[in-house]
């Protein structure tokens, strides 16, 4: 059975409990393989991906779900014939896979939290189109 690697899993470990149980359990199930970019996200590196515009946080007045210890976020990125990948449709393929898990996860009463994608932040289905900010490999917990 698929599971993560000692890199993912570090940083996976820097994550809140939920998050952990969601991806461990996705990534046996999920035909695709994914990996762990980041957790935790340090104020430096928060900061820093705001001036890049790679994030709509700035970590200071503002912090995100990746600033939190621990962390309430985690972004992936797909591991596609031995290589890191970000591609867009299968990104958006994983991501139906990782909420599915996680909404059975809830169901059955084993976590508290169910994810916010963001390729869809306002979790009405409409991919991207009425969304101005496309994070595809973005997941965070929230509470129902």
């Given at each position: 059975?698929?599971q ?8 996976l470990?820097?994550?809140?409990h939920?998050?952990?149980v969601?991806m461990?359990?996705?990534v046996?199930y999920c ?9 935790h ?6 900061q ?6 790679k994030?709509?946080?700035n ?9 939190l210890?621990p ?9 596609i ?5 970000w ?15 996680a909404?059975q ?6 976590i ?10 306002d ?12 994070d595809?490999?973005?997941f965070?917990?929230?509470?129902p």
């Amino acid at each position: 059975m698929p599971q993560f690697g000692t890199t993912s899993q570090s940083r996976l470990s820097t994550c809140h409990h939920d998050l952990q149980v969601i991806m461990e359990e996705a990534v046996k199930y999920c035909n695709v393989d994914f990996g762990i970019a980041e957790g935790h996200r340090s104020l430096k590196l928060q900061q820093q991906y705001y001036r890049e515009g790679k994030s709509k946080i700035n970590g200071v007045s503002q912090k995100g779900k990746h600033n939190l210890i621990p962390s309430m976020a985690a972004d992936i990125y797909l591991w596609i014939n031995n290589k890191a990948s970000w591609n867009a449709e299968t990104l958006t393929y994983v991501a139906g896979f990782i909420e599915a898990t996680a909404r059975q996860l809830y169901r059955n009463g084993v976590i508290k939290h169910l994810i916010r994608w963001g390729g869809n932040w306002d979790k009405d289905g409409e991919i991207l189109s009425d969304q101005t900010f496309d994070d595809r490999p973005h997941f965070e917990l929230y509470l129902p």
